[in-house]
């Protein structure tokens, strides 16, 4: 168990009969890498990522919330409604001209949908049609695995563990009876399944998915510290994080903990 000033967390996996036996412990198992699969990969904006700040997955300003340029959107055949949010991959050029053949891989967060495009033929500029695995890279990345004058190389990727600094963070946003809560910095699987908020003078109340990375709740939470419990989507382990926001918490802040996921 580990405490800090503001909050403390108790990570558990809701599954494993072990948990009995380490009460007061946590007990979360590590991520474990996918194997390498096909797909292709192209990249959007320029060498500065600016056009990857904000993105479906709602995580705002890439380089303060620290994501960086090592970023990726993702064709919805992996977005899977938002849900594959945070999501990391190691992505490796092969079977082209193009690509750095000393370059093993470069490792990517998935922060941004890379839409359909039914205007184009699939093989022919709509790289992201469904049923297409495909990762629409910022351009820094890409130009990590290939040159970027390639505009589009076949790739082999797999999901990895999120390798994080710090515990999960939340951003608040909403209104006084509508709080949503953009969830950051996950590690392990980096998604989330569900989410619930307690206030102190209330019991767990659960979140509906928004979008993207966030989920809310509609509740009037003011003047109430405020806990969260997380879900893993991948490995279904949850965490619980106690007073994570004090009983002043404020609109547009972000409130940090000190566990995750692994």
């Known amino acids: 168990m580990s405490f800090s000033l503001n909050s403390w967390c108790f990570g558990f996996v809701l599954m494993a009969l072990t948990a009995l036996a380490m009460i007061g412990k946590p007990c979360l198992a590590a ?3 996918s194997p390498w699969a096909l797909a292709h990969a192209t990249f959007y904006g320029d060498e500065s990522a600016s056009e990857t700040l904000g993105g479906a997955c709602g995580y705002g300003n890439l380089f303060n919330n620290g994501y960086g340029t090592d970023t990726a959107a993702l064709s919805t055949t992996l977005f899977n409604n938002g849900f594959a949010c945070g999501t990391c991959y190691q992505i490796k050029c092969v079977q082209s001209k193009w690509c750095y053949p000393t ?6 967060t998935a922060t941004n949908l890379c839409p359909p495009n039914w205007s184009e033929d699939s093989n022919n500029g709509g790289w992201c049609n469904p049923p297409r695995v ?28 999120c390798v994080t600094k710090g515990g999960l963070r939340f951003q608040f946003q909403g209104n006084g009876y509508w709080l949503l809560v953009y969830v950051m910095n996950v590690g392990g699987g980096g998604d989330i399944a569900n989410m619930w908020v307690k206030g102190s003078k209330t019991g767990w109340i659960s979140m509906s998915h928004n979008w993207g990375a966030s989920y809310q709740a509609f509740a009037t939470l003011r003047g109430q510290s405020l806990s969260f419990k997380v879900t893993s989507y991948t490995t279904k382990e949850s965490i619980i994080c106690w007073n994570v926001a004090p009983a002043n918490w404020n609109l547009g802040l972000t409130y940090s903990t000190n566990v995750n996921f692994h």
Do not use: C, E, L, N
């Open 31 to 33: 991520y474990r890498p």
């Open 103 to 108: 370059v093993k891989f470069t490792t990517v």
């Open 134 to 161: 495909h990762f629409d890279m910022s351009k820094p990345a890409f130009m990590k695995i290939a040159q970027w004058k390639a505009g589009i190389v076949p790739v082999m990727y797999r999901r990895v563990p």
